[in-house]
């Protein structure tokens, strides 16, 4: 399909408004195709109801997701609610759990352990960041690998690392792979820099992108030179979550460039907005192609939360 126009945890959800006197992206004079995550979720969701229809008609199910969410963080909230508001536009149950920050890791390992045993649930994910007396390894790897949608259970990172199939890719990495296939098919070859190597995004993405034949540097907060490193890159996948870490001399004419980075920052005017970890003006004159922020990599990682949960559903009939 055609892309010409113009978006952590469980998401975006960590950095709170910052007050900054960094520019806010101008879209104009630039050269750089946009990579419109919108549209190619919308593209990937309306495959997602024909899906939806056969499994209802085959087999008369109709996917489940389970939302657990604790505490009250205000980002959260909102990604929650644009993740059920999207499973009813296809026709996914979805269910939400909120809990209160002060219960303890049992009760909730509890929880995730009766929507494991749950035959009207598809897929689980919990939202993250949890409050931070919670250990989010022990919580993940409570979710049955089976109904693990968001994909960092280790089986299932295990599996991707490993090269074994049939195992959940990540949301966040996929919808990356799925922006950059638009523009670029093959990879074979080419020079990727993956800027970031966190579980939920980094580590997925590199190994993703070396699957695709691609040559990989993961590069975290230590690396040396990082400028240099991208500077020789196709493809720059910026996900540290630095606000316009990746300026518009650190990347060669004619690259792809991926910015997962959601960075919430406040004018001068005191008004919010978002930023991206790509200084999208600079960058936009020297990319071949780039996804914007908002409307790129955010979009994606739903629209394929949204497809492993049917996936999910899938596995049980194939
Ligand atoms: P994280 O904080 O868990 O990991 C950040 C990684 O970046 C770490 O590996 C760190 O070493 C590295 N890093 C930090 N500074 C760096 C630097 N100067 N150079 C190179 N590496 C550096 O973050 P995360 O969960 O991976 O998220 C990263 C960004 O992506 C955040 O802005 C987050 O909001 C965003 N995000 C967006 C989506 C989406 O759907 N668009 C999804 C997930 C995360």
Redesign the pocket.
């Known amino acids: 399909m055609p892309f010409t126009t113009h978006?952590?945890?469980t998401?975006?959800e960590?950095?709170p408004a910052k007050k900054t006197t960094l520019k806010k992206p101008m879209l104009e004079n630039t050269t750089a195709k946009n990579i419109d995550g919108r549209a190619l979720a919308v593209h990937l969701k309306e495959g997602l109801i024909k899906r939806i229809d056969i499994l209802k008609k085959k087999h008369n199910v109709r996917p489940g997701l389970a939302i657990i969410r604790v505490g009250d963080d205000p980002a959260s909230q909102v990604y929650v609610a644009s993740k059920k508001r999207q499973c009813k536009e296809i026709g996914i149950r979805s269910f939400e759990h909120v809990l209160s920050s002060t219960i303890e890791q049992k009760a909730l390992l509890d929880l995730i352990q009766s929507i494991n045993e749950d035959p009207e649930i598809h897929g689980l994910i919990v939202q993250l960041p949890l409050p931070k007396h919670f250990n989010s390894a022990e919580i993940i790897q409570a979710i049955s690998p089976r109904k693990d949608v968001d994909g960092l259970h280790p089986l299932n990172l295990g599996k991707l690392f490993c090269g074994i199939e049939g195992g959940f890719t990540p949301c966040?990495p996929k919808g990356c792979i799925k922006l950059i296939h638009t523009v670029q098919k093959d990879l074979k070859g080419l020079k990727a820099v993956v800027?970031?190597?966190?579980n939920?995004?980094?580590k997925p993405l590199a190994h993703l992108l070396l699957r695709e034949g691609a040559t990989v540097s993961l590069?975290?907060?230590k690396?040396k030179n990082?400028k240099s490193l991208c500077s020789q890159a196709d493809v720059i996948v910026a996900?540290?979550?630095?606000p316009c870490?990746i300026q518009g001399d650190w990347v060669k004419k004619g690259a792809l460039v991926i910015d997962?980075?959601?960075?919430h920052l406040v004018d001068e005017q005191g008004k919010p907005y978002l930023v991206g970890?790509v200084d999208y003006e600079a960058v936009s004159k020297k990319a071949k192609a780039m996804t914007p922020v908002p409307g790129g990599?955010?979009p994606m990682?739903v629209a394929c939360l949204l497809e492993n949960t049917v996936i999910a559903v899938e596995n049980l009939y194939s």
Do not use: F
């Open positions: 978006s952590k945890k998401l975006a960590k950095s966040t800027v970031g190597a966190s939920l995004v980094g590069l975290n907060s690396t990082p996900a540290a979550g630095i870490l997962v980075g959601i960075n970890d990599v955010g990682t």
